[in-house]
């Protein structure tokens, strides 16, 4: 909100410069966004928290500054109006909406052009000059905070009503806006018709005119909880329908009518009328409870009686001083202080934050242990950081192109899940795997000219199963083109290349299944199992979805990491290292082209059983020297006895068992 | 001197004439075997001394012993000779363009945010805060209600939502879970809680519909706004440098009861004012306060036994002025000309 200070000073009686004046409110939490300069004046602009409805005012403003510089404020005086017996009848029909309405009549105003001095006033803090009774409620609504509207009394039908609007009324409003009706709109109107919408703006066929005579001034409390929603139905923001949203000081309403009523027979003329008022129970504020030993034991800070006091007067507040305990009374613009704790933050605030220490707590209070997920995380990063492996951040929301991909992993009552109001139509729907964002990503970097990566994200994932909303984390991992390579060699990715990282990840305990996915390739593609369940897949990109996308290949593998426990990235139980010797052994085995390798590994295991430390397929061959439909499978094996020396017979007798397993399944060994 | 020890002499002088003119190791083993095989030219001299007269053969023996010897030597020196020309004629093949460039083994890199955050988490791990989690789609009382934000408040506004279904939403802030953490847990605790979360927001370079954010909070019997204070600085401090100045000032959320924004004098002009804190010399961290009595009720816990605090602030924001990055949109992107600074 712009104030000016002149303004301010018509109300705070302060001799400093406008800077300190803003580093104070600042300080105290009316922030002051700029500092302009004007002619002789300044214009500061106050931002205001949404607990302060009382600060939209320049009187609310100028109450602060008097309360933080301890100057005496110059609230303005009562007028002593002349009245002459001409009136509005008015009904409330909807007290729990208004608590309190006013309505003046004033009879013979000439409405006109404004006086210079109040058009460069509110024009300066921003307010468009109309004509001078409307100025004159915008400029007492900007003084004191209390909204006011100006009817042309002659357009007034019998009386005015405050109710509900019936259900298909309708309203032009003084945007030039017809507006539709609901019972929740609480409007004013006369005996026909709705000729204002209650806080928020009035009618156009009741507005003030060059040809009004008679002006009926209203000036009321509206409820805030309503006027806010009003203002959200109705779409419709005014510098009315904030002051009310925020809460006004309900015990202005009168005098804000009566200094606007004064205004306007001394600038346009006319005779002042009666004025009609509806205030049934009067506001007055409660006491609040403060303990200044807890204030302490909560603040950190230990002011005299004196000091905390003085904070309370410079406020207006009262004080009623007991054994440990006072009872503070707001004045009644100050609707946000309701709690003790209120009363805190008011005497921090005034005596200044800066005055609290900075003190360490030092007790230990380890009770929360840190997440395991979160733990997870960070050993999961480290480690495939480490395999070459890229992180990136990618948005939960996906292309609504990608909403079906993958569907295959899931059950299908499963379904992804929408926003209701997206920002932007494509960009509605949340990932359910994060393949569709490193797909997304993949476009992107192809599109950039980068057609070489090597990417994971570790992130959450969303799901509808039945009724509950599940989220999830997941591992992806995205690889195309070269991942290592210079001017002599490279190496390429590969379905083998993402199963690698896989395999260094979670300890070769995961299974791969040959599976079926629309957009993977229909003979690279394979879910993975962990104690004997789906928690992933791995494949590539199916070329026709590729050429679509307009992408190289691409490979990609997903795995849903809550499956997993934490125990499996950590160190386990540590073996002792063997010093026996380790006795290699290179043996080639023929199968059957269609036959898988786990078919042949698991019969290495079964034979050499714990005598196997590690083996590693080293080629793999189909050609001419072996018969056609047969490959060769090239192992090294490393035997070792964790209680003794290997020797060679041992082996031989193994490499015979060996010989007959594989003849049950179709293979042989072949002899160097 | 006999016909036959003019005979050893030719010999000799032919072999070492022989042997220094050879130039290859290949030729010098065919030389080797011509004098020095068994069925070699001096093996067969050997044998023919046997016709020899006998006062002669001693003589004769020891002048071919002696050539023998000869030759042995002019072998072995050659073949040393030889074997270095053709290990430096190898090592010269083999010589590289040291000036050619090494291979492309390209480092895993994290983040910039998960960067950030492990800096956020080592210092607050060292005050004595652990890590917690909450979830991203969360009901309107977790939200908002049990937060002190009725329907009807206005900072609402400042918070619009994107909606699952009428009762869910995605979480606007981070807050939720002091909510479910007190749920949870009986006091005393210190936790920090990074999360993201959404907000729907027009894209700028401010302001982006999905962002994250780091909650704190500390609940025990004495916490007072002097510990708030205390753990702020020492956070600013580790983070940005004992030098940076610390500010608090009074502000406004709906969950805290005093409440209070945290600031740090300007890491760019070191207070003087730039066009990143908008010439004020102070840059806006995070909002603070101390936990409102009826957040705590909310959460099962007696204010007039308990206090507490809670801070939060912007994690990408962190990352922008860690970094010097003018736009919040690039951490989403992943531009790799943007991931491969870090």
């Given at each position: 909100?712009?104030?000016?200070?002149?303004w301010?000073?018509d109300?705070?009686?302060?001799?400093?410069?406008?800077?300190?004046?803003?580093?104070?409110?600042?300080?105290?939490?009316?922030?002051?966004?700029?500092?302009?300069?004007?002619?002789?004046?300044?214009?500061?602009?106050?931002?205001?928290?949404?607990?302060?409805?009382?600060?939209?005012?320049?009187?609310?403003?100028?109450r602060?500054?008097s309360?933080?510089?301890?100057?005496?404020?110059?609230?303005?005086?009562?007028?002593?109006?002349?009245?002459?017996?001409?009136?509005?009848?008015?009904?409330?029909?909807?007290?729990?909406?208004?608590?309190?309405?006013?309505?003046?009549?004033?009879k013979?105003?000439?409405?006109?052009?404004?006086?210079?001095?109040?058009?460069?006033?509110?024009e300066?803090?921003?307010?468009?000059?109309?004509?001078?009774?409307?100025d004159?409620?915008?400029?007492?609504?900007?003084?004191?905070?209390?909204?006011?509207?100006?009817?042309?009394?002659?357009?007034?039908?019998?009386?005015?009503?405050?109710?509900?609007?019936?259900?298909?009324?309708?309203?032009?409003?003084l945007?030039?806006?017809?507006?539709?009706?609901t019972?929740?709109?609480?409007?004013?109107?006369?005996?026909?018709?709705?000729?204002?919408?209650?806080?928020?703006?009035?009618?156009?066929?009741?507005?003030?005119?060059?040809?009004?005579?008679?002006?009926?001034?209203?000036?009321?409390?509206?409820?805030?909880?309503?006027?806010?929603?009003?203002?959200?139905?109705?779409?419709l923001?005014?510098?009315?329908?904030?002051?009310?949203?925020?809460?006004?000081?309900?015990?202005?309403?009168?005098?804000?009518?009566?200094?606007?009523?004064?205004?306007?027979v001394?600038?346009?003329?006319?005779e002042?009328?009666?004025?009609?008022?509806?205030?049934?129970?009067?506001?007055?504020?409660?006491?609040?409870?403060?303990?200044?030993?807890?204030?302490?034991?909560?603040?950190?800070?230990?002011?005299?009686?004196?000091?905390?006091?003085?904070?309370?007067?410079?406020?207006?507040?009262?004080?009623?001083?007991?054994i440990?305990?006072?009872?503070?009374?707001?004045?009644?613009?100050?609707?946000?202080?309701?709690?003790?704790?209120d009363?805190?933050?008011?005497?921090?605030?005034?005596?200044?934050?800066?005055?609290?220490?900075?003190?360490?707590?030092?007790?230990?209070?380890?009770?929360?242990?840190?997440?395991?997920a979160?733990?997870?995380?960070?050993?999961?990063?480290?480690?495939?950081?480490?395999?070459?492996?890229?992180?990136?951040?990618?948005?939960?929301?996906?292309?609504?192109?990608?909403?079906?991909?993958?569907r295959?992993?899931?059950?299908?009552?499963?379904?992804?899940?929408?926003?209701?109001?997206?920002?932007?139509?494509?960009?509605?729907?949340?990932?359910?795997?994060?393949?569709?964002?490193?797909?997304?990503?993949?476009?992107?970097?192809?599109?950039?000219?980068?057609?070489?990566?090597?990417?994971?994200?570790?992130?959450?994932?969303?799901f509808?199963?039945?009724?509950?909303?599940?989220?999830?984390?997941?591992?992806?991992?995205?690889?195309?083109?070269?991942?290592?390579?210079?001017?002599?060699?490279?190496?390429?990715?590969?379905?083998?290349?993402?199963?690698?990282l896989?395999?260094?990840?979670?300890?070769?305990?995961?299974?791969?299944?040959?599976?079926?996915?629309?957009?993977?390739?229909?003979?690279?593609?394979?879910?993975?199992?962990?104690?004997?369940?789906?928690?992933?897949?791995?494949?590539?990109?199916?070329?026709?979805?590729?050429?679509?996308?307009?992408?190289?290949?691409?490979?990609?593998?997903e795995?849903?990491?809550?499956?997993?426990?934490?125990?499996?990235f950590?160190?386990?139980?540590?073996?002792?290292?063997?010093?026996?010797?380790?006795?290699?052994?290179?043996?080639?085995?023929?199968?059957?082209?269609?036959?898988?390798?786990?078919?042949?590994?698991?019969?290495?295991?079964?034979?050499?059983?714990?005598?196997?430390?590690?083996?590693?397929?080293?080629?793999?061959?189909?050609?001419?020297?072996?018969?056609?439909?047969?490959?060769?499978?090239?192992?090294?094996?490393?035997?070792?006895?964790?209680?003794?020396?290997?020797?060679?017979?041992?082996?031989?007798?193994?490499?015979?068992?060996?010989?007959?397993?594989?003849?049950?399944?179709?293979?042989?060994?072949?002899?160097? | 001197?006999?016909?036959?020890?003019l005979?050893?002499?030719?010999?000799?002088?032919?072999?070492l004439?022989?042997?220094?003119?050879?130039?290859?190791?290949?030729?010098?083993?065919?030389i080797?075997?011509?004098?020095?095989?068994?069925?070699?030219?001096?093996?067969?001299?050997?044998?023919e001394?046997?016709?020899?007269?006998?006062?002669?053969?001693?003589?004769?023996?020891?002048?071919?012993?002696?050539?023998?010897?000869?030759?042995?030597?002019?072998?072995?020196?050659?073949?040393?000779?030889?074997?270095?020309?053709?290990?430096?004629?190898?090592?010269?093949?083999?010589?590289?363009?040291?000036?050619?460039?090494?291979?492309?083994?390209?480092?895993g890199?994290?983040?910039?945010?998960?960067?950030?955050?492990?800096?956020?988490?080592?210092?607050?791990?060292?005050?004595?805060?652990?890590?917690?989690?909450?979830?991203?789609?969360?009901?309107?009382?977790?939200?908002?209600?049990?937060?002190?934000?009725?329907?009807?408040?206005?900072?609402?506004?400042?918070?619009?939502?994107?909606?699952?279904?009428?009762?869910?939403?995605?979480?606007?802030?981070?807050?939720?879970?002091?909510?479910?953490v007190?749920?949870?847990?009986k006091?005393?605790?210190?936790?920090?809680?990074?999360?993201?979360?959404?907000?729907?927001?027009?894209?700028?370079?401010?302001?982006?519909?999905?962002?994250?954010?780091?909650?704190?909070?500390?609940?025990?019997?004495?916490?007072?706004?002097?510990?708030?204070?205390?753990?702020?600085?020492?956070?600013?401090?580790?983070?940005?440098?004992?030098?940076?100045?610390?500010?608090?000032?009074?502000?406004y959320?709906?969950?805290?009861?005093?409440?209070g924004?945290?600031?740090?004098?300007?890491?760019?002009?070191?207070?003087?004012?730039?066009?990143?804190?908008?010439?004020?010399?102070?840059?806006?961290?995070?909002?603070?306060?101390m936990?409102?009595?009826?957040?705590?009720?909310?959460?099962?816990?007696?204010?007039?036994?308990?206090?507490?605090?809670?801070?939060?602030?912007?994690?990408?924001?962190?990352?922008?002025?860690?970094?010097?990055?003018?736009?919040?949109?690039?951490?989403?992107?992943?531009?790799?000309?943007?991931?491969?600074?870090?």
């Amino acid at each position: 909100m712009k104030t000016l200070y002149s303004w301010l000073k018509d109300f705070v009686d302060i001799d400093v410069p406008p800077e300190e004046v803003a580093y104070k409110l600042t300080m105290a939490g009316l922030e002051i966004e700029e500092i302009e300069e004007i002619e002789d004046d300044y214009i500061l602009d106050v931002s205001i928290p949404a607990n302060r409805g009382d600060c939209q005012s320049i009187l609310g403003v100028a109450r602060e500054i008097s309360a933080l510089f301890n100057a005496p404020l110059k609230l303005p005086d009562e007028p002593r109006l002349k009245e002459v017996e001409e009136g509005i009848d008015i009904e409330v029909a909807s007290p729990e909406l208004c608590p309190r309405y006013t309505l003046r009549f004033i009879k013979g105003v000439k409405v006109g052009p404004s006086p210079d001095w109040l058009k460069k006033r509110i024009e300066s803090v921003g307010i468009r000059s109309i004509n001078n009774v409307v100025d004159i409620t915008n400029y007492v609504m900007w003084m004191l905070g209390q909204p006011l509207h100006a009817f042309d009394a002659d357009k007034i039908s019998e009386k005015v009503i405050v109710r509900r609007a019936y259900p298909g009324e309708k309203i032009t409003t003084l945007d030039g806006e017809s507006r539709n009706l609901t019972e929740e709109i609480l409007v004013i109107a006369d005996k026909r018709h709705p000729i204002g919408i209650a806080g928020v703006m009035g009618g156009e066929d009741s507005e003030v005119s060059l040809f009004t005579k008679n002006v009926a001034l209203e000036s009321a409390c509206f409820d805030h909880i309503s006027t806010r929603g009003m203002s959200k139905v109705l779409e419709l923001r005014t510098e009315a329908s904030v002051r009310f949203e925020k809460g006004i000081d309900i015990n202005m309403t009168k005098l804000a009518s009566d200094i606007a009523t004064e205004m306007i027979v001394k600038l346009c003329g006319g005779e002042v009328g009666k004025i009609s008022e509806f205030y049934p129970v009067e506001y007055k504020p409660c006491s609040i409870r403060f303990r200044p030993e807890r204030f302490s034991k909560r603040i950190g800070i230990n002011p005299s009686y004196s000091e905390m006091r003085d904070v309370f007067f410079r406020l207006g507040f009262k004080v009623e001083e007991h054994i440990n305990e006072w009872r503070v009374t707001p004045i009644s613009a100050r609707r946000d202080i309701s709690l003790e704790e209120d009363l805190y933050e008011e005497v921090v605030r005034i005596i200044g934050y800066d005055k609290i220490p900075s003190i360490l707590h030092e007790r230990i209070t380890g009770v929360v242990s840190t997440s395991p997920a979160w733990e997870k995380r960070k050993i999961l990063r480290r480690k495939i950081t480490s395999l070459g492996c890229s992180e990136v951040i990618t948005s939960s929301f996906v292309p609504v192109q990608f909403d079906k991909y993958f569907r295959e992993f899931y059950a299908d009552d499963i379904s992804s899940i929408s926003v209701i109001n997206p920002l932007r139509e494509e960009e509605s729907v949340l990932r359910w795997l994060l393949s569709q964002s490193l797909l997304s990503l993949a476009i992107n970097n192809v599109r950039w000219g980068y057609n070489d990566f090597n990417l994971f994200e570790i992130g959450k994932i969303f799901f509808k199963d039945g009724e509950s909303f599940m989220e999830k984390e997941h591992l992806g991992i995205v690889q195309s083109g070269r991942i290592i390579y210079s001017w002599d060699k490279e190496v390429n990715a590969s379905f083998f290349s993402t199963k690698g990282l896989l395999e260094k990840l979670f300890k070769h305990e995961l299974t791969f299944v040959p599976a079926y996915y629309s957009v993977l390739h229909p003979g690279r593609t394979a879910n993975i199992l962990y104690r004997g369940k789906v928690t992933g897949f791995i494949g590539e990109l199916h070329p026709d979805v590729a050429r679509i996308l307009k992408l190289p290949r691409i490979y990609i593998a997903e795995m849903d990491v809550d499956e997993f426990p934490l125990e499996l990235f950590s160190v386990g139980q540590v073996k002792e290292p063997s010093r026996l010797p380790k006795l290699k052994r290179d043996i080639a085995i023929v199968v059957p082209e269609t036959l898988p390798s786990v078919e042949v590994t698991s019969i290495l295991e079964e034979v050499f059983k714990d005598t196997l430390e590690d083996y590693e397929l080293f080629d793999l061959y189909k050609g001419p020297n072996i018969p056609e439909g047969t490959v060769n499978l090239a192992f090294s094996l490393n035997l070792r006895a964790k209680d003794r020396t290997l020797t060679q017979e041992e082996v031989e007798e193994k490499i015979e068992l060996l010989k007959n397993k594989l003849a049950d399944i179709g293979g042989r060994l072949r002899e160097w | 001197m006999s016909s036959m020890e003019l005979e050893l002499n030719n010999l000799r002088s032919e072999a070492l004439k022989e042997i220094s003119s050879i130039n290859s190791l290949d030729n010098l083993r065919e030389i080797e075997i011509k004098y020095l095989g068994r069925k070699g030219v001096l093996n067969q001299l050997l044998k023919e001394l046997s016709t020899a007269p006998l006062e002669e053969r001693p003589e004769l023996g020891g002048i071919i012993n002696q050539i023998k010897l000869e030759i042995i030597r002019e072998i072995e020196s050659k073949r040393t000779l030889l074997e270095e020309r053709e290990k430096a004629k190898k090592l010269e093949e083999e010589r590289i363009d040291v000036t050619l460039p090494g291979m492309n083994i390209s480092p895993g890199r994290l983040h910039p945010l998960t960067l950030i955050i492990e800096r956020v988490e080592e210092i607050f791990r060292g005050l004595g805060f652990t890590v917690v989690e909450g979830f991203e789609m969360e009901t309107d009382y977790y939200n908002f209600e049990a937060l002190n934000i009725p329907w009807y408040h206005p900072a609402r506004d400042t918070q619009d939502s994107f909606y699952i279904t009428d009762k869910f939403l995605l979480r606007t802030q981070t807050s939720p879970v002091q909510i479910r953490v007190m749920e949870k847990t009986k006091p005393p605790f210190k936790i920090i809680a990074p999360g993201r979360v959404y907000r729907r927001d027009q894209p700028t370079a401010r302001h982006s519909p999905v962002f994250h954010q780091i909650e704190g909070m500390a609940v025990d019997k004495d916490i007072t706004f002097a510990h708030l204070k205390g753990t702020l600085d020492a956070f600013a401090h580790a983070l940005f440098g004992s030098d940076v100045s610390t500010r608090f000032r009074a502000d406004y959320f709906p969950f805290t009861e005093p409440s209070g924004e945290f600031a740090i004098s300007c890491i760019f002009c070191k207070g003087k004012g730039c066009r990143v804190c908008s010439y004020s010399g102070w840059i806006e961290i995070l909002g603070c306060g101390m936990v409102h009595p009826k957040v705590l009720e909310v959460g099962g816990i007696d204010p007039e036994e308990y206090s507490g605090f809670a801070f939060g602030m912007g994690w990408d924001r962190l990352a922008m002025l860690t970094y010097n990055i003018n736009d919040i949109r690039f951490f989403l992107e992943n531009h790799p000309e943007f991931l491969v600074q870090f």
